[in-house]
């Protein structure tokens, strides 16, 4: 039996960590793919606690004509990946009234977000495609409640994310044939780096109600989900889009 492989983009912290997390304690060998270079702290710390099974690749999203050679040296050392958690992303750069919002900034976002996310996916699923296999393969968005959740100070940030959820939709039916899963994720306010600027902010909303679990969501939440539906426990439910918030995105009167 072939030992699944997760490529986890931005999975040496946060969502992504716990994600890969996950995955090794369901068995699978993960590969970890960030921008940052190999002797990172945050790299190293994740490697000494994901062990053997784990290895990481610098890879920057943003860099679309390295994707091919990226996924030969990981064939090459571990094998065809079979999962593909597309996890990284940038928040915008500046949080502040959409009107000001320059270029520059929007463009970052995409460029990460969406452009790099895609073109991952499409050479991934093409070699997926290419190569028929018996073990479950699939592809998994973790994507945001931003996708659907006006946030005017972020605007570049959501538009991003409604573009991936629309993303994931569409290798979900493209790939449905070939027995491919695709899933998208929404995590909504999580406990990560990312969000570690706005606690203050939030922890009063959220235990006042905002988030009716009354809590911050965690990194083992998502990781949690993510294994049923790597290992094809969910495979007729392709394209399932996952809200992992809580319950904040429900609407309430």
Request: with cysteine; aromatic share 6%.
């Amino acid at each position: 039996m072939v030992t699944p492989l997760a490529l986890i983009t931005g999975g040496q912290q946060g969502i992504g960590f716990g994600i890969a997390e996950a995955l090794v304690g369901a068995g699978f060998q993960v590969v970890l793919a960030a921008h940052l270079d190999a002797e990172a702290p945050e790299v190293i710390a994740a490697l000494g606690t994901l062990g053997d099974k784990a290895r990481y690749i610098r890879h920057d999203l943003q860099e679309i004509d390295k994707v091919s050679s990226l996924l030969d040296r990981i064939e090459d050392q571990m094998g065809p990946v079979t999962t593909l958690v597309s996890n990284a992303g940038v928040p915008a750069k500046i949080r502040g009234d959409m009107l000001e919002l320059a270029p520059d900034s929007f463009d970052h976002v995409l460029g990460i977000n969406l452009r790099g996310t895609f073109f991952l996916a499409q050479e991934v699923a093409r070699r997926m495609v290419d190569r028929p296999s018996e073990t479950y393969r699939s592809l998994i968005f973790v994507t945001s409640v931003s996708a659907t959740m006006a946030s005017v100070e972020r605007a570049e940030y959501c538009i991003s994310k409604a573009g991936a959820a629309m993303m994931a939709e569409l290798f979900a039916v493209r790939l449905a044939a070939h027995g491919i899963g695709t899933f998208e994720l929404r995590p909504g306010i999580i406990a990560t780096a990312m969000t570690a600027g706005v606690k203050d902010k939030y922890t009063a909303r959220i235990e006042d109600g905002l988030v009716p679990a009354r809590r911050w969501g965690e990194p083992e939440d998502i990781g949690r989900i993510v294994v049923p539906l790597a290992k094809g426990d969910l495979a007729f439910a392709t394209g399932a889009v996952i809200p992992v918030d809580g319950g904040l995105s429900i609407p309430r009167l």
